[in-house]
């Protein structure tokens, strides 16, 4: 089990926007502005798409956006595109014991 | 531009030791700023980290898999190495070396990964 949670899948169709949430605690999400997102596609290695909870690395299209609200993440893909359908995963600092937590995916299929 | 890539065995017998090793790029596993750290995922699961090493050689690991992993560094050859005792079927999972970087927090250079297979 997955210490953030995220839902298994979401959907929309091309042009929509679509908002991932990922869930912690007071000590990973709540605890730091430490979350990021990557994008993965079948059989590729993740991409970081989203850092320090609302940057984007140079080349990530400004249609991914990231927010946080108390111990939930977001990722908001706006203006959805076919090339937008992939796994994503949230991430979170979680203190020096135990530094970096993932949460299970979510499966984002654009209709 | 960075490349990571990781290499070993793609099939190990239960409870014999997991040894992958993963070559650097265009940067230095010796540099300050960035941990280089290994990354796991099982078939159709999610992500689990696996431990960092940092310049110098100080080490950090999840405390689910301390007692059977270790990670150190080759400065010589710009690459590290990831070994894994005691592995059962669980430990079946494509293995990952990714770059962090320190001030954010995030892992920002992924190589491609490679698929270890617990079997007799």
């Known amino acids: 089990q997955s210490a953030l949670t995220q839902p298994p899948s979401a959907s929309g169709s091309p042009g929509q926007s679509v908002t991932i949430s990922c869930t912690g605690t007071?000590?990973?999400?709540?605890?730091?502005?430490?979350v990021s997102w990557y994008q993965q596609h079948p059989g590729k290695a993740p991409k970081l798409m989203i850092y320090?909870?609302?940057k984007r690395p140079s080349g990530v299209p400004d249609r991914f956006s990231g927010s946080k609200s108390a111990n939930t993440a977001s990722l908001t893909v706006s203006g959805l595109q076919a090339e937008d359908e992939a796994d994503y995963y949230c991430?979170?600092?979680?203190?020096?014991?135990?530094?970096?937590?993932f949460g299970g995916g979510t499966r984002l299929t654009v209709l | 531009q960075v490349q990571v890539q990781e290499s070993g065995p793609g099939l190990v017998k239960p409870s014999e030791t997991l040894s992958l090793t993963c070559t650097v790029s265009?940067?230095?596993?010796?540099?300050?700023?960035?941990?280089w750290s290994w990354i796991r995922q099982p078939p159709g699961k999610g992500l689990e980290w696996i431990g960092f090493?940092?310049?110098?050689?100080?080490?950090k690991y999840n405390p689910s898999l301390k007692s059977r992993v270790s990670i150190s560094l080759d400065t010589s050859k710009n690459h590290l190495s990831l070994n894994l005792r005691s592995v059962t079927a669980a430990d079946t999972a494509v293995y990952y070396c990714?770059?962090?970087?320190?001030?954010?927090?995030?892992?920002?250079?992924w190589g491609q990964g490679t698929l270890v297979t617990v079997s007799s």
């Open positions: 990714a770059r962090v970087d320190l001030l954010g927090e995030y892992f920002d250079y």
């Open positions: 265009g940067a230095s596993v010796s540099s300050g700023s960035h941990y």
């Open positions: 090493i940092y310049y110098g050689g100080n080490t």
């Open positions: 007071s000590s990973d999400v709540g605890g730091y502005n430490y």
């Open positions: 320090e909870v609302t």
């Open positions: 991430s979170s600092y979680a203190g020096s014991n135990n530094p970096w937590v």
